[in-house]
């Protein structure tokens, strides 16, 4: 999943939500659900990546505007 060190972090929890709602469909197919969980699970790292590097980026903002 290349494409989503492009993405914004909007963009990776959209993704992020689609694959889990997979698993709820008529189309989750056993054979493919390790995979999709190893796609979710990767996507869910790197919001998580994101998210604190905002916060990091915000609590930097903030305590320079002190």
């Known amino acids: 999943m290349n ?3 492009t993405l914004t972090v909007e963009e990776k929890i959209t993704e992020l939500e689609k694959l ?3 698993f709820d469909s008529e189309e989750f ?3 493919q ?3 999709k969980y190893e796609s979710a ?3 869910a790292d790197e919001i998580q990546r994101d998210i604190g590097t905002l ?3 915000i ?3 903030g305590g ?3």
Do not use: G
């Open 3 to 5: 494409k989503s060190k």
């Open 20 to 22: 889990v709602a997979w």
């Open 29 to 31: 197919v056993l054979e």
């Open 33 to 35: 659900a390790v995979a």
């Open 41 to 43: 699970q990767k996507l």
């Open 55 to 57: 916060k990091n980026t």
């Open 59 to 61: 609590e930097q903002v």
């Open 64 to 66: 320079a505007a002190e």
